[in-house]
T-cell receptor
Framework: GAVVSQHPSWVICKSGTSVKIECRSL??????MFWYRQFPKQSLMLMATSNEGSKATYEQGVEKDKFLINHASLTLSTLTVTSAHPEDSSFYIC???????????FGPGTRLLVL | QKEVEQDPGPLSVPEGAIVSLNCTYSNSAFQYFMWYRQYSRKGPELLMYTYSSGNKEDGRFTAQVDKSSKYISLFIRDSQPSDSATYLCAMSSNYQLIWGAGTKLIIKP
């Protein structure tokens, strides 16, 4: 199946700092990528849809100025958590559907811990 | 009422048993149906992907879709301890993926 990578897999930072997470589709192109957040023992929650060459679409309740998304190319999307706070500590996962496909392939996730 | 309903479990069965995982949904517009497996602290892994009603088999896994009843199932034969994970159903229409809550499955050796 298609491969999606994320970097870093683990990050610990101080409150107030910004953290950038990269999501790459390794063997296919994706005009759209999705960013999810998952709290312990809860299901995935869609945060935003990243669109190559245009602005991201954010779900209701997700602050676009706090979670900056850039879809720089057909294989790379980045999520920047600005001025991170302890309540932003979570598991962040990206996914991407291959072009003209409905299936989504997920990255391994990035665990963020804000102290 | 949620668009997709899935019993969160946990579901505990002995090794070798047949496991049945299910989801119901309310939106008849869903066209694509997927099952993902998620191990603790890992991203979801696509297991099965079906379009339209019917059965699809892949090794020990069988996915079943009944659009008339708005009901999907995942069957695992000869279950193994390594199958212990959370299984999430997901449904898609126009690239929007709607998730079930996930069922935690425990296979006891």
């Amino acid at each position: 199946g298609a491969v999606v990578s994320q970097h870093p897999s683990w990050v610990i930072c101080k409150s107030g700092t910004s953290v950038k997470i990269e999501c790459r589709s390794l063997d296919f192109q994706a005009t759209t990528m999705f960013w999810y957040r998952q709290f312990p023992k809860q299901s995935l929650m869609l945060m935003a849809t990243s669109n190559e060459g245009s602005k991201a679409t954010y779900e209701q309740g997700v602050e676009k100025d706090k979670f900056l998304i850039n879809h720089a190319s057909l294989t790379l999307s980045t999520l920047t958590v600005t001025s991170a706070h302890p309540e932003d500590s979570s598991f962040y996962i990206c996914s991407a559907p291959p072009l003209a496909g409905e299936t989504q392939y997920f990255g391994p996730g990035t665990r963020l811990l804000v102290l | 009422q949620k668009e997709v309903e899935q019993d969160p479990g946990p579901l505990s069965v002995p090794e070798g048993a047949i496991v049945s995982l299910n989801c119901t949904y309310s939106n008849s517009a869903f066209q694509y149906f997927m099952w993902y497996r998620q191990y603790s602290r890992k991203g979801p892994e696509l297991l099965m992907y079906t379009y339209s009603s019917g059965n699809k088999e892949d090794g020990r896994f069988t996915a079943q879709v009944d659009k008339s009843s708005k009901y999907i199932s995942l069957f695992i034969r000869d279950s193994q301890p390594s199958d212990s994970a959370t299984y999430l159903c997901a449904m898609s229409s126009n690239y929007q993926l709607i998730w079930g809550a996930g069922t935690k499955l425990i296979i006891k050796p």
